[in-house]
């Protein structure tokens, strides 16, 4: 979208009387526009003006719990967004441990900018790998403070990208693999690593799962009765 598509800006507000200005566009605005809308607001011709282009829009809906309408009307976008689902009517987010950012949503316009890390050391006398600590966190400096803070607990670090999670087929393969590293016993995890695997699991799933019905939250809601019961 450049300067030939949008003409006359100023005309048109003066015409109805309007002072800011707000683009959609299924593409996104050129550096030309970008350019002369600056000059607008700098020379006190517009008070203020906003773009939305294909992606901000379409990252729109699900901020607002829309990605049903996102499904119903853009498909095609809805099924390349992959957008967040709250699954049990709730949303979980995914904060970093260093500085809060929610890791889940950046991951939807900011790919690969956030990973998990395992802070992890060798029993020496059974030759086990114990997973100590597992951690959120933004790549770059907060990463960086996180592999220090391992490092003076003697631990060692891996890490995993947190986007590659939200490919379908790699979260069932993460998920299966981390099942099988239990059951194995040729890793291990404490208590408090793995509850944040299952919270981590449970926060990506909101990615990478199909949105939930009410019918699918209430034949939830038999089974974990009936396992109470026993059954």
């Given at each position: 979208m450049g300067n030939a598509d949008e003409v006359n800006i100023v005309d048109r507000l003066e015409q109805y009387k309007a002072h800011g200005f707000i683009g959609f566009y299924s593409t996104t605005a050129s550096a030309a526009l970008m350019t002369k809308l600056k000059e607008f607001r700098d020379n006190g011709?517009?008070?203020a003006f906003e773009i939305y282009d294909?992606?901000?829009i379409e990252n729109g809906f699900h901020d607002v719990g829309l990605s049903g309408v996102l499904l119903q009307h853009l498909p095609q976008s809805h099924t390349t967004l992959r957008p967040?689902?709250?699954l049990l009517g709730t949303y979980q987010p995914l904060p970093c441990d260093v500085c809060g950012k929610d890791l889940l949503k950046s991951?939807?316009?900011e790919q690969y900018s956030g990973m998990i890390t395992f802070g992890s050391q060798t029993e020496e006398d059974h030759d086990?790998?114990?997973v100590e600590r597992v951690s959120f966190v933004c790549k770059g400096e907060c990463g960086d403070k996180m592999e220090r803070k391992n490092f003076r607990l003697g631990l060692t670090e891996g890490w995993d990208d947190i986007t590659d999670y939200c490919n379908p087929l790699i979260f069932i393969r993460r998920v299966t693999g981390y099942i099988n590293e239990l059951r194995s016993g040729s890793t291990k995890y404490s208590q408090a690593a793995h509850d944040r695997m299952i919270d981590f699991y449970m926060a990506m799933s909101q990615r990478t799962?199909?949105?939930?019905?009410?019918?699918?939250?209430q034949k939830l809601l038999d089974v974990m009765e009936l396992d109470a019961m026993g059954f």
């Open positions: 011709k517009v008070e294909g992606s901000r967040i689902h709250p991951s939807l316009t086990e790998r114990v799962l199909r949105q939930t019905s009410a019918e699918d939250r």
